[in-house]
């Protein structure tokens, strides 16, 4: 059965807004053990394209079809665990389109690891996907 990312979205949406779903709250590692494994990496880009490119857009450079700006997630520099942090809980971040929803009722951790680690392989000079390495900006 495959999903529009736009139906997932607002699945998610509702269940969060019901109080029927909330983000999970185990411990994330330093790092993404799915990091460059190729079947991890296919199964991310298929969650990615069903419930991301909606807002982040098709190459996950934050410009949509709708004309919204949402984060570049190609240069994504707060590390592994701030990654799935926000996925889970969500961001409003000002200047942005939309504030990023709470995904963490929706996706598991394997498949919140499996979208960052086919973003990983988008990631261009300036990105930190991993901990413990300063960022140059916030």
Same mark, same amino acid.
């Given at each position: 059965?495959?999903?529009? #990312? ?10 969060? $807004? ?8 185990? $411990? ?11 079947? $991890? ?9 069903? *419930?991301?490119?909606?807002?982040? #857009?098709?190459?996950? /450079?934050?410009?949509?079809?709708? &004309? ?6 190609? @240069?994504? /520099?707060?590390?592994?665990? *701030?990654? @799935?942090?926000? @996925? ?10 939309? *504030?990023?929803?709470?995904?963490? &009722? ?19 000079? #300036?990105? /930190?996907?991993?901990? &413990?390495? *300063?960022?140059?900006?916030?």
């Amino acid at each position: 059965m495959h999903f529009s #990312g736009r139906a997932l979205y607002t699945v998610g949406l509702l269940l969060i $807004a019901c109080g029927i779903v909330r983000a999970d709250d185990t $411990a994330v590692p330093e790092t993404n053990p799915y990091s460059g494994d190729p079947k $991890a990496i296919k199964e991310g880009k298929d969650w990615y394209n069903n *419930a991301c490119h909606l807002c982040h #857009g098709s190459r996950a /450079n934050g410009e949509t079809a709708r &004309g919204g700006r949402a984060a570049d997630l190609r @240069v994504f /520099n707060r590390g592994f665990r *701030a990654y @799935v942090e926000t @996925v889970k809980k969500g961001r409003n971040t000002t200047g942005l389109a939309y *504030a990023m929803p709470a995904w963490g &009722g929706v996706l598991d951790d394997q498949t919140i690891y499996q979208i960052g680690a086919y973003l990983e392989t988008l990631a261009i000079d #300036g990105a /930190n996907w991993k901990e &413990g390495k *300063a960022p140059e900006t916030q």
